[in-house]
């Protein structure tokens, strides 16, 4: 099993600034009392002094060429449980966390397996045409093989980071080769925004989960 190695201040925190990713950029700054506070929005007048920013929003991305982006369009509600025979399998096989999949599910494509992103990733789990050939993935568009495929680069990254979640979450967004470079988490905008997320909605399914 993946074990995360996130103290409680820094999970909230992650939770709190999922609200604000991909919206705008945010900006921070610690009172007398040590608390910091975050917002979305432009500090304007005597706020300027006490507010920093503190991460950007990630500007939008061209497609590759030859690239044909396609968006997350299903509005189907029973999308979140249409493929939960394939996620609980693939969790028993890999030995991934059925709630770790499903963030991830959540946060690539919205459950809809049409979905293809600006870098030529596919499917359900967005896996690149090269990952998805290394984890047996034939068909990138198929749900089960996608999810199998994408399930399986999860354990191998977990394998690779000795159980980080979120070393496992950032190697998934911005490659095992940046995590390596970095020794750690890269200091991509876009990379701390997916773990954010990806956090946010395990937890979420993860106290869904046990409360079955």
Partial sequence: MLITKITAPIVALAIF????????????????????????????GSQKKKFRLYMKTPQQRQARPGVVPVGASDSNPGRYHRYDDSIK??????????????????????????VV??????????L??????????????????????GTRYLRHLANLFNGDMVLTIAGYHAGEGAVRKYSGVPPYTSTHGYINKVLTFYYKYKKQIEGK
């Fill in 117 to 126: 992103s600006v870098a030529g990733a596919q499917g359900l789990m967005q």
């Fill in 17 to 44: 600034l999922a609200g604000f990713a991909g919206v705008a950029n945010i900006y921070s700054y610690t009172d007398n009392d040590g608390t910091t506070h975050f917002t979305n929005l432009r500090p304007k």
């Fill in 128 to 149: 690149m045409p090269a990952t998805a050939q290394r984890m047996g993935c034939a068909n990138a568009f198929d749900p089960h093989q996608n999810i199998m495929g």
């Fill in 89 to 114: 399998l693939a969790a028993q096989t890999h030995s991934i966390p059925e709630a770790f999949i499903r963030a991830v599910i959540r946060v690539e494509s919205d459950y809809d397996p049409r």
